[in-house]
């Protein structure tokens, strides 16, 4: 047996593949496809204080390997989740991890004390990275001052584990995750979805209602690795790499950068079976090579660097 | 009905006219029920530019043979590449999708109405409706005489009226224009079909006060409720067309 646990803090995981936020609603939406207690954790749909409809439709646009999003955090606000998705999410046997998205640093601050009553939730993570609002989410991550101060905010009430999501609309990600680092982030992950855009030539408007939107899928990856290679050697918390991993080998691409835990996103669309296929196959390869636990190659490429 | 994920074998690709072809597919496990208006996800292989899955409604399924069919128009690359499969290619599937067509519950006069490749789950619900009882009037609208397609598997079902646009068959006009509207006295309206046609039906039926449900084909990301990508507004909010819809009565719709 292949060792696959990691740790944030004191909060143990049974293996280091999560379910991205966003991409993989409430879990539930899964069970006819998959076992998801058998995933490490999951991260569960992006939830602000307040109810929010989205943006107006449309709201996608496929691209070459990828996709472009601009939903807007459609959510029905945190005592809808409290009341009546929390009491189901208790009944699965892994990590429920909530993302939370405000557009002023009291919503962040709001939200987290809500979930602090929530027994079975042990982490937030917190979204300052959102592009497709246009008040909050990634106006905060973008801005060292502005990300210092909210993750500040929150750790000074948060009483669960913090895990920062980063943005990589920035010119230098190193600095964001060392900002977060010493405001007491327990873990940073990364990343949220690339601005970007796409013209419908057919009625030569642009493809999605907001114009921009966030960019995710296979065609970030190698983009998310090089700032998780980056970030990883910057800080001492765990890493959780996110963008673009599809399959077993793209994932442990990750983890020989630095990641010590992957979050799988849009793949969960393709195939709603994607992200057991790579707890697999992150096993298989882990045998094959003769590990027998999976933190001998976090970080394996450093060596000869 | 539990959603799976299945590779099932294409037992037929047969090609209707320039645009429009019949997947038939064969499960390898028994075919799980499905309902007039639901869709299947399809995943298209070998075609690196779609990345997406494609949604396509169930257009006839044979429970006896253990086999179900799509009706697929080519619209772009997914499609095309679909439309050059050949039987005894796999086909990766998500399905049954989404609600359906809700059939009345008194013997209520009922009419589908259709458009282009829309026709697709009206075979599928006009089955179903002669079986429990009903008998449905269809009315069909396609751009020319050539476009028709599945006439006689209509006939079956009960009267066919036609419109073509240039009137080549049947009357000439769009089905809103077509005589059967104002010589029947209808209960029921369901219809699927371009946007444009089933918002001139959907005014149509709010101006009669006629009980009207129309099949959606929003842009879908994942098909199963969690992308959000879909959405519908309705006046209950925002909501996913892949899992409250595909089927929506008008009156919910704010049209
Ligand atoms: C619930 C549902 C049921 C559907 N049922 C059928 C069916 O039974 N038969 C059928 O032929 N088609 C159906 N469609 C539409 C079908 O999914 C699209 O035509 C198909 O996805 C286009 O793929 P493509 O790769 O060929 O086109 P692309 O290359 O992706 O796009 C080509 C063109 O098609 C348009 N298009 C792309 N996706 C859609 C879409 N979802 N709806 C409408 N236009 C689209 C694009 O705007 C573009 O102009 C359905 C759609 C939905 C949401
Ligand atoms: C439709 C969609 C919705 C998303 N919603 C959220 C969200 O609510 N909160 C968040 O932190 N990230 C959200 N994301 C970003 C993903 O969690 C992930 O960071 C990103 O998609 C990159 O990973 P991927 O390429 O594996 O999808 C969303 C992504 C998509 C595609
Ligand atoms: S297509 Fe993803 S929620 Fe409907």
């Known amino acids: 047996m292949v060792k696959l646990d990691f740790k944030i803090g004191n909060l143990h995981f049974k293996n280091p593949v999560l379910a991205a936020s966003g991409t993989f609603g409430y879990g539930s939406e899964f069970d006819d496809f998959i076992d998801v207690s058998r995933l490490g954790g999951i ?27 601009a939903v807007g955090l459609q959510n029905k606000g945190i005592d809808y989740f409290v009341d009546n998705i929390y009491p189901h999410l208790q009944e699965y046997n892994t990590n429920v991890i909530v993302n939370i998205n405000g ?43 502005s990300t210092r101060e909210v993750t500040k905010a929150v750790r000074s009430v948060c009483k669960k584990k913090l895990i920062v999501k980063l943005s990589p609309n920035v010119t230098n990600i190193i600095d964001f995750a060392r900002i977060v680092e010493e405001e007491g982030a327990d873990s940073v992950s990364l990343i949220n979805t690339l601005v970007g855009m796409s013209v419908d030539i057919k009625n030569m408007r642009p493809s999605l209602s907001t114009v921009t939107g966030g960019l995710s899928g296979p065609a970030i990856k190698p983009v998310a690795l090089r700032m998780v290679w980056q970030v990883a050697k910057a800080v001492k918390i765990p890493v959780i790499g996110v963008g673009g991993i599809t399959t077993a080998d793209s994932a442990i691409e990750f983890f020989l950068a630095g990641a010590s835990a992957i979050q799988v996103g849009t793949a969960s669309f393709i195939d709603p079976q994607a992200s057991l296929k790579i707890l697999e196959g992150i096993e298989n390869y882990l045998d094959s090579k003769g590990f027998s636990d999976i933190k001998d190659i976090i970080g394996y490429i450093n060596r000869d660097l | 009905m539990a959603k799976r994920i299945e590779s099932l074998k294409i037992i037929n690709n047969q090609r209707l006219n320039k645009d429009l072809f019949i997947l038939e597919l064969s499960g390898k496990e028994k075919l799980p029920e499905m309902k007039p208006g639901q869709f299947a996800e399809i995943k298209v292989e070998d ?58 519950d008194e013997k209520k006069k009922v009419l589908l109405v259709g458009g282009g490749c829309g026709v697709a789950p009206l075979l599928f619900l006009g089955k179903q409706l002669k079986a429990n009882g009903f008998n449905p009037d269809i009315l069909l609208g396609f751009r020319n005489s050539e476009r028709v397609i599945e006439y006689d598997e209509y006939l079956k079902i009960g009267r066919v009226f036609l419109t073509t646009e240039d009137g080549s068959r049947g009357e000439k006009g769009f089905v809103t224009d077509h005589t059967a509207l104002s010589s029947t006295e209808y209960d029921k309206v369901y219809c699927c079909g371009p946007e444009l046609m089933m918002r001139a039906v959907g005014a149509y039926c709010r101006g009669k006060d006629i009980e009207c449900e129309v099949s959606l084909e929003n842009l879908m990301g994942c098909g199963i409720g969690v992308c959000l990508c879909c959405v519908v507004e309705t006046v209950r909010g925002n909501l996913c067309t892949c899992t409250e819809g595909p089927v929506f009565n008008i009156n919910d719709l704010k049209w």
């Open chain 2, 47 to 104: 075609s690196p530019e779609t990345f997406l899955r494609r949604p396509f409604s169930i257009h006839d399924v044979n429970y006896g043979e253990n086999t179900f069919k799509l009706l697929i128009q080519i619209a772009g690359k997914g499609t095309e590449a679909l439309s050059l499969l050949k039987t005894g290619n796999i086909l990766n599937i998500i399905y049954p999708l989404g609600n359906s067509f809700n059939l009345p």
């Open chain 1, 43 to 69: 991260i569960v749909k992006g939830t602000t204080l307040e109810p929010r409809e989205g943006n107006p439709y449309p709201r996608m646009a496929e691209t070459p390997s990828g996709m472009l999003n």
């Open chain 1, 103 to 145: 557009s002023c640093i009291d919503d962040y601050v709001a939200l987290a004390e809500r979930i602090n009553s929530l027994r079975r939730i042990p982490a937030i993570e917190l979204n300052i990275s959102c592009p497709n609002v246009k008040m909050g989410g990634m106006t905060f991550g973008i801005n060292p001052a």
